[in-house]
């Protein structure tokens, strides 16, 4: 009577074992989730869940920095980009590790450039600096006989010679109005003025108005 006892325990753990080997056998891994898609692009860095909008730069929904970043997207999407970088800059000081802010605001800064270099080659807009021709390096005045002279030297600075130089002074009163104007010329009207080379220059101004306080002396006209 004991073997047969037996022989049904071995039987029913055996079964046993034969159910849970199946049951191991049965596995169909982990499930995955589908994870949130993302638009693409660095100007819109928002997804959807549901109703709500995210914004997707690590940015906590408490985070000071969140209304900054969205500021900056909507200038940068209008095309304000100096607005744009701004915001970021301020928003970068509050999450400075953030790559995502970095990345937005390294798009502004070369999207300002292109536009500026767009506007320069449309508008055709240049600036240069001011290069001098003369120079007045030593400037006088006496009266003799009822006649103003005003007398100085006038120096070439430009990398061209000049002649034909034609010089106007204009007589001021004490408020600065003009009260009269004359011309005059070198000492030697048909000097020719070589680059660095100075020369005199004299201009007579008869019976010259009584309140006269002080004067100005300009070039007029030159050839190359």
């Given at each position: 009577m004991q073997k047969p006892i037996l022989s049904a325990i071995v039987l029913s753990l055996l079964a046993c074992s034969s159910c849970?080997?199946?049951?191991?056998t049965i596995n169909n891994g982990r499930k995955v989730f589908a994870s949130p898609t993302f638009e693409e692009g660095p100007k819109t860095l928002f997804a959807t869940s549901g109703s709500e909008e995210m914004l997707i730069a690590n940015l906590a929904s408490t985070s000071p920095a969140l209304p900054l970043a969205k500021t900056g997207l909507e200038k940068?999407?209008?095309g304000n980009y100096k607005d744009a970088i701004e915001a970021f800059r301020t928003a970068l000081r509050l999450e400075p590790m953030n790559m995502a802010l970095w990345?937005?605001?390294d798009d502004c800064v070369i999207?300002?450039?292109t536009t500026g270099k767009r506007d320069e080659v449309l508008k055709a807009v240049v600036t240069a600096d001011i290069k001098p021709t003369f120079a007045i390096t030593r400037i006088d005045s006496y009266i003799e006989l009822g006649t103003l002279y005003v007398v100085g030297t006038l120096k070439n600075v430009s990398d061209k010679k000049k002649q034909k130089i034609n010089l106007r002074t204009r007589l001021l009163d004490r408020n600065n109005r003009e009260l009269r104007s004359e011309y005059g010329t070198l000492r030697d009207i048909y000097k020719v003025l070589y680059p660095n080379e100075s020369s005199l220059f004299e201009i007579p101004i008869k019976n010259p108005p009584v309140n006269v306080k002080s004067y100005r002396v300009e070039v007029s006209s030159w050839e190359d």
């Open positions: 849970l080997a199946q049951e191991y940068m999407n209008n990345q937005l605001y999207g300002d450039y």
